[in-house]
């Protein structure tokens, strides 16, 4: 596909995720796995931009007007932006988070280009002095100190899960299969969409489910495009005093654009305490420029240090990409260069989708909250069986789905992300280690 059409594609998808609380990156993602396979590495970062970016603009309107964030770190939108619905003037909010989203990202794109620039000769040394065990074993202690609060025993026990998961089915260093317990399809391994559904996305449903009234629906209201512009403009320093900090604040693995949104908005609590205003645009643009600096550890360490970047990684990875290797100084420099002007493409289409276009498309959906969320979960069910179909595995794919997702509904309170990890890695780490030994 051409890249320009994969943006478009990424921005409509982003669209409908970030409208529809709950949805998000990563369950876009794996809604659309079979799509996304027959990319390759350059139109995948594309789309993953699109998608992200468009999440972090379109995540706004179910915050401000249902007071609950489309994601975590929407938290702050939902507290502010459902003051300005209250006051019938949710639109107001809703430009000044897309204008201030606008210039995180430009801001973030800028010292990413000039911070490349910086380290790019240290990353052949830094690559050839380590070895593909190395960055697994930093990856682990990443996924066992950033999530669940650092809670080291809860994190180990969700990696061993994930590693069971994957010994299933063939090895990779021999021809043995093992585990299959003389069930056929188990020869074959567990299939990883209905991993991702039961330990990523269904406990992620359930808990938005509980969080808003089922019959609630979206409501709109009307401002001029000059007092939306003039409400932005008087907001504009704290959209780059939260801009800054949240693009040095996405580089903590775990908790990346969190973190990001949560120190602008309470920074800014504290230097304008009577503007809700001010906080809430510090904190959207804060999520924007924190959303790509998350990014750079994937591009540069391989390290993916958020649930949706773990599925990033997969792709990536099946698409050709060999992180390992020793790379050319100037390859990470280079491949932000190409991927700019489809950024800048981005930002824009996807401020017409979170101004404008999100006040008609949030008109046509006419459907309560959790007949949305029913609706999702329902086209992943029958994703799953299209898939097992055509992996003539039907039965044993809906047989997994609904026996994981079971797990995946008690798990619901914990961050499951390290047990998708080590299951996509498992094999590969496996075989490394028992090279090494041998």
Known sequence: MDPILVAVFGVLAGTVAGIIPGVGITVTLVILLPILLSMDVFNLLVFYLSVAATVQYTGTIPSVFFGVPGESNSMPASIEGIKFT?????????????????????????FTLFLIKLISPYIKVFFSSQTKLYFYILVIAFLIFAFNKGKFFLNSLLLIIGFVLSMPGELKYSNEIRFSFGIDDMAYGIPLFPVLIAFVIVPSLFKKVSEVDANKKLLINDTSIKKMVAFFTRNLPSAIRGSMIGYFCGFVPGVTTILATGTSYSLEKKINKNYPGKQLI??????????????LPLMILAIPITSSEVILYGLLVNAG????????????????????????????????????LAKTLTKLLNLSYNNLIKLVFCTLVVITAYLGYLDYRLI????TLTILSTFGYLLRNYNCVPIVFMFIIGPDLETIIYRALI
């Open 86 to 110: 209250k006051k019938k003037e949710s639109m107001l909010a809703i430009s000044g988070c897309a204008l201030g989203s606008l210039l995180g990202a430009t801001i973030a794109f800028v």
């Open 282 to 295: 510090a904190a959207e643009s804060a999520n924007n420029s924190g959303m790509l600096a998350s990014l």
């Open 396 to 399: 044993f794919w809906l047989i």
């Open 321 to 356: 990409w060999n992180p390992f290797q020793i790379l050319d100084p100037g390859a990470i420099s280079k491949l932000l260069t190409d991927l700019a002007p489809y950024y800048l493409l981005i930002n824009i289409l996807a401020i017409l989708a979170a101004w404008p």
